[in-house]
């Protein structure tokens, strides 16, 4: 049998990839929070109709990531304080759901998977390619709540996935004090929890790091709000 070298190719339609697009410029913070989405200007660029444009902005929008003000247009997606709360207390709590579910059905190929991750994650601070990171970090959790077998939560987690993402790169981004490592550290715990078959001991990890993170994604959008009112104070 032959090994298998180069993956299939992908192949996505031209809205599939304006989707794309649109979505991992917003994620990776190439249109920041409020920034206002010309359709027009975006389609000019992209050498596309608007059309296509305002299709895949209808689909962003369903995903949390742009809000349409009437008469004003669409913009990329603000947090408060409370939503950050709510974002990452949710994601607490489905993946240590996950975690109840998954630990014990995971196995040896699983935990290498897992290890793995990490690795590559430690690569990703070495390189401070803190995009690449954040994927990791999505990718060690989607694993585990794809492994929980539980299609309604693996649902849930997925329709939280956008936004959840988007913070964490802000927080990669723009939080001058943050140590990438930690988020390979963090890893590490959970996994020597999952090795030990430990459900209780990697839910109360997952509690405390959502604590955490939700703290540091709330101080990075304070300190953006700083430094917006300092430009406008200026111009």
């Known amino acids: 049998m032959e090994t298998t070298i180069f993956p299939r190719i992908v192949q996505h339609s031209i809205e599939e990839e304006i989707l794309l697009r649109l979505r ?3 994620i990776g913070g190439q249109f920041a929070p409020g920034a206002y989405l010309n359709e027009s ?19 962003l929008e369903q995903e949390g990531l742009v809000v349409r003000q009437p008469n004003r247009g669409v913009f990329v997606i603000t947090f408060s304080e409370q939503d950050v709360r709510e974002v990452f207390s949710l994601r607490a709590s489905l993946e240590g759901m996950a975690y109840e ?6 196995t040896t190929e699983d935990l290498a998977h897992l290890r793995e991750l990490i690795a590559q994650q430690g690569e990703a601070v070495r390189m401070k390619d803190y995009g690449r990171l954040a994927e ?18 693996l649902k849930a987690w997925y329709e939280q996935h956008a936004q ?7 927080r990669f981004q723009h939080m001058a004090e943050y140590t990438p490592e930690t988020v390979r550290n963090d890893h590490e715990r959970l996994v020597e929890a999952i ?41």
């Open 164 to 170: 959840c993402q988007m913070l964490l790169n802000l």
């Open 195 to 235: 090795e030990a078959r430990d459900s209780q001991g990697a839910i109360q990890l997952t509690q405390e790091i959502a604590q955490r993170v939700a703290y540091e994604c709330a101080e990075t959008l304070r300190h953006l709000a700083r430094h917006t009112a300092r430009q406008m104070a200026a111009a």
């Open 24 to 26: 991992g410029a917003i």
């Open 41 to 59: 200007e975006i389609a000019k660029q992209m050498g596309v109709s608007r059309i296509p444009i305002r299709e895949a902005l209808k689909k």
């Open 136 to 153: 990791l970090d999505m990718r060690f959790h989607e694993t585990i709540c794809i492994r929980a077998n539980h299609s309604r939560l």
């Open 101 to 106: 579910w998954a630990i014990p059905s995971l």
